[in-house]
């Protein structure tokens, strides 16, 4: 029977169900995000067929060695999210914390680098629109790859910070005794949120500093 202490509702009909329907609105919010990213890679592959040789050059002025220790951070905070979930699975709630505040430390990390990407953005000039200052490579084009690399990356670092807030919440859940090996829902979905931050940057990383 449901009551306020407990995280199981009976309109739900059954425990199944309420799993199932958080974990169908998240699929359902991530496709939306999908969709979001999804228009900006295409205008990112637009406008590089417009600009090809401007956007190669421009690339070069990104820190890809910094942005590769940054893919590996990213890559680990994911493992530990699925440790933690692992350890929620079995009961393990200390330790599901523990995993999760090493993923909030690792994704701390990478926004770290970042920001330090941008400080050595905004000192050479590599700015968007008006800002744009960079002598080495021409305005037209070359503002346009770091609008684009601005918005990618930026909108990226503002679901991390989603992120870090919805993996200190569980951390918090944790420490109260919120979470048990029969109830963890919280814990897959926000995990599923982490996985997608994860994701995002795979292609983001490719393409900005990698690709000729």
């Known amino acids: ?36 990213f999804a228009n900006l890679f295409v205008g990112y592959a637009v406008y590089r067929y417009y600009y090809p040789e401007v956007f190669v050059e421009a690339s070069h002025h990104l820190a890809a060695g910094w942005a590769t220790v940054q893919t590996l951070l990213l890559v680990t905070s994911s493992l530990c999210v ?47 629109g008006e800002y744009y200052r960079l002598a080495e490579l021409p305005e037209r084009g070359g503002s346009l790859f770091f609008t684009l690399y601005f918005l990618l990356t930026g909108l990226h670092a503002v679901h991390m910070l989603v992120g870090l807030s919805v993996l200190g ?40 500093y990698l690709v000729e």
């Open 82 to 128: 699925v440790l933690a979930v692992h350890f929620i699975r079995s009961g393990r709630a200390f330790w599901m914390g523990v995993a999760l505040l090493v993923a909030m430390g690792l994704g701390l990390g990478f926004l770290v680098i970042k920001g330090w990407e941008y400080w050595k953005h905004w000192e050479e000039g590599a700015l968007p």
């Open 1 to 36: 029977m449901s009551t306020e202490t407990t995280p199981w509702r009976e309109y739900f009909g059954s425990r199944e169900n309420q799993s199932q329907a958080a974990q169908l609105g998240m699929w359902i919010f991530l496709g939306s995000e999908v969709l979001l």
């Open 169 to 208: 919440w569980l951390v918090w859940g944790a420490l109260v005794g919120r979470y048990t090996a029969e109830y963890h829902v919280p814990v897959e979905v926000g995990g599923l949120y982490w996985h997608l931050v994860d994701v995002f940057w795979l292609f983001i990383y490719p393409l900005l």
